[in-house]
């Protein structure tokens, strides 16, 4: 059967890019082995969400006389949550199918594989393989958790984070590995329902290392306050699995001292790792960098008609990146031009409480390459909606080049700031400077006014602090 174009994958760039070019007209399949929606609908993004929502109700009941209500004692129901989350990916995964049914896009249920000739072989759960011809192929196959060599995962003690969205009874004790948004998001949600959990990271910040020096510092001291035990610059020298749990074996990186850690369960949560292994990469000889596939500012890679999207190519692994890529990529194989994504102005959120949004340069890095610089902080502290919602924890911090006003770099932590970030987002891509933000009249009261406090801070002008 011949399409104009295939799509490999249906996560958020695969059924995204498939939707849209349908839209601008071509006859469309995609292939998927598992469920539409990819990782990010099924395992990832969605249903995480809907576990760290139960654990916050949980959190906001067990302090419900704070707000003048009086109940009584709450139990987490950890099977009810897993059930819960797995209804909402469903649903979600459900919508997909619709979407692909509105748009006239075929779906082909099997593994995929590129053939010569601009075909795809695809074998579906019987073993029976089908020849598939596009004019257009584009490789949406995503990622999938990252293995360390001290760290095996066996899938039943040692989890990566599809396990830790199913685990059959809530453990007494976890060990995280890893202290980026995936461990970060799984330790609030295990802690906040009983478990006692330690993170292990490897570099010195600590949470969310690669954030603002600030942003981590202060996350690690609410993580610590909210009896989170919190290892940076160490690393995992083994975990022993034999008997009833687990030891991890930890040694500091700046002291050289190691420890014993008893779990029940660890969590590998080292990042991801890009599905591009048996997929035909080696047949059609594309392009491949440590398993990375190379590509062009609109996807292509060096064999024609050949694309690739999301988290097998260079860039963040990110859902929202993935979809941009994938329209940009479809949108030029239908002759329009599309403006190639700026990489410098990619939003990234963690989901955990407080959350953490943040788009552009740290300070430290906009101070490495040479600005001299105008830093803005507001803390929640000072916001009458935080005061009101009964949370305070957290701040705005604005950075902006000190000669030309220009936005560098934007970092939050505190309640609902993944809504926020979006204006820093727009600001940037309009190239909006520093005293136009002040200017700008924010709602009062709301916590995104606290982006406009923060800028008048970084100009000598913050009236409430």
Same mark, same amino acid.
């Given at each position: 059967?011949?399409?104009?174009?295939?799509?490999?994958?249906?996560?958020?760039?695969?059924?995204?890019?498939?939707?849209?070019?349908?839209?601008?007209?071509?006859?469309?399949?995609?292939?998927?082995?598992?469920?539409?929606?990819?990782?990010?609908?099924?395992?990832?993004?969605?249903?995480?969400?809907?576990?760290?929502?139960?654990?916050?109700?949980?959190?906001?009941? /067990?302090?419900?006389?704070?707000?003048?209500?009086?109940?009584?004692?709450?139990?987490?129901?950890?099977?009810?949550?897993?059930?819960?989350?797995?209804?909402?990916?469903?649903? =979600?995964?459900?919508?997909?199918?619709?979407?692909?049914?509105? /748009?006239?896009?075929?779906?082909?249920?099997?593994?995929?594989?590129?053939?010569?000739?601009?075909?795809?072989?695809? $074998?579906?759960? %019987?073993?029976?393989?089908?020849?598939?011809?596009?004019?257009?192929?584009?490789?949406? $196959?995503?990622?999938?958790?990252?293995?360390?060599?001290?760290?095996?995962?066996?899938?039943?003690?040692?989890?990566?984070?599809?396990?830790?969205?199913?685990? #059959?009874?809530?453990?007494?004790?976890?060990?995280?590995?890893?202290?980026?948004?995936?461990?970060?998001?799984?330790?609030?949600?295990?802690?906040?329902?009983?478990?006692?959990? +330690?993170?292990?990271?490897?570099?010195?910040?600590?949470?969310?290392?690669? #954030?603002?020096?600030?942003?981590?510092?202060?996350?690690?001291?609410?993580?610590?306050?909210?009896?989170?035990?919190?290892?940076? !610059?160490?690393?995992?020298?083994?975990?022993?699995?034999?008997?009833?749990?687990?030891?991890?074996?930890?040694?500091?990186?700046?002291?050289?001292?190691?420890?014993?850690?008893?779990?029940?369960?660890?969590?590998?949560?080292?990042?991801?790792?890009? !599905? $591009?292994?048996?997929?035909?990469?080696?047949?059609?000889?594309?392009?491949?960098?440590?398993?990375?596939?190379?590509?062009?500012?609109?996807?292509?890679?060096?064999?024609?008609?050949?694309?690739?999207?999301?988290?097998?190519?260079?860039?963040?692994?990110?859902?929202?990146?993935?979809?941009?890529?994938?329209?940009?990529?479809?949108?030029?194989?239908?002759?329009?031009?599309?403006?190639?994504? !700026?990489?410098? /102005?990619?939003?990234?959120?963690?989901?955990?409480?407080?959350?953490?949004?943040?788009?552009?340069?740290?300070?430290?890095?906009?101070?490495?390459?040479?600005?001299?610089?105008?830093?803005?902080?507001?803390?929640?502290?000072?916001?009458?909606?935080?005061?009101?919602?009964?949370?305070? /924890?957290?701040?705005?911090?604005?950075?902006?080049?000190?000669?030309?006003?220009?936005?560098?770099?934007?970092?939050?932590?505190?309640?609902?700031? +993944?809504?926020?970030?979006?204006?820093?987002?727009?600001?940037?891509?309009?190239?909006?400077?520093?005293?136009?933000?002040?200017?700008?009249?924010?709602?009062?009261?709301? =916590?995104?006014?606290?982006?406009?406090?923060?800028?008048?801070?970084?100009?000598? %002008?913050?009236?409430?602090?």
């Amino acid at each position: 059967m011949n399409f104009d174009l295939i799509v490999i994958g249906s996560g958020p760039g695969g059924y995204v890019a498939a939707i849209r070019a349908s839209q601008l007209g071509m006859k469309v399949a995609v292939v998927e082995r598992e469920s539409l929606g990819g990782i990010c609908l099924n395992w990832g993004c969605i249903p995480t969400k809907a576990l760290l929502k139960s654990a916050q109700v949980f959190e906001y009941i /067990n302090h419900a006389e704070e707000y003048g209500i009086k109940v009584g004692s709450a139990k987490a129901d950890f099977g009810a949550m897993v059930q819960r989350s797995r209804q909402v990916a469903d649903g =979600m995964s459900k919508g997909i199918n619709f979407l692909f049914r509105k /748009n006239k896009i075929t779906v082909i249920n099997g593994e995929g594989k590129l053939a010569r000739g601009k075909k795809v072989l695809v $074998t579906d759960a %019987e073993g029976k393989t089908t020849e598939y011809q596009a004019e257009h192929i584009i490789i949406a $196959t995503g990622g999938r958790a990252k293995a360390l060599p001290s760290v095996p995962i066996d899938g039943e003690k040692v989890i990566e984070y599809r396990k830790a969205m199913t685990l #059959e009874k809530q453990p007494k004790s976890m060990v995280v590995v890893g202290a980026g948004a995936i461990g970060v998001e799984f330790a609030y949600f295990y802690s906040s329902i009983g478990t006692e959990v +330690t993170v292990v990271e490897y570099l010195e910040q600590g949470l969310l290392p690669r #954030e603002d020096v600030d942003i981590s510092k202060e996350l690690n001291k609410i993580y610590t306050k909210k009896g989170i035990r919190v290892l940076g !610059n160490t690393a995992v020298e083994s975990v022993n699995t034999q008997g009833k749990g687990c030891v991890v074996t930890v040694k500091n990186n700046k002291t050289g001292a190691t420890e014993e850690i008893k779990c029940d369960i660890v969590l590998s949560a080292a990042g991801v790792a890009p !599905n $591009t292994e048996n997929i035909g990469l080696e047949t059609l000889g594309i392009n491949v960098d440590r398993g990375i596939i190379q590509v062009d500012e609109y996807y292509r890679t060096n064999v024609p008609g050949i694309y690739a999207i999301g988290d097998v190519v260079p860039g963040p692994a990110l859902a929202h990146v993935a979809s941009a890529e994938g329209i940009i990529c479809v949108e030029n194989i239908a002759g329009h031009h599309p403006t190639p994504i !700026n990489y410098d /102005n990619i939003p990234a959120c963690t989901y955990c409480v407080p959350e953490v949004a943040s788009v552009g340069l740290t300070e430290a890095a906009a101070r490495a390459a040479g600005y001299e610089l105008n830093v803005g902080k507001f803390p929640f502290s000072a916001s009458g909606k935080a005061s009101a919602a009964g949370d305070k /924890n957290g701040f705005v911090k604005v950075i902006f080049d000190a000669k030309y006003g220009e936005f560098l770099g934007a970092h939050f932590i505190g309640q609902n700031v +993944t809504e926020m970030i979006a204006e820093v987002v727009v600001a940037r891509k309009l190239e909006t400077t520093g005293m136009e933000i002040v200017k700008s009249i924010h709602p009062h009261p709301t =916590m995104s006014e606290a982006i406009m406090e923060a800028a008048a801070a970084a100009y000598g %002008e913050v009236i409430h602090l």
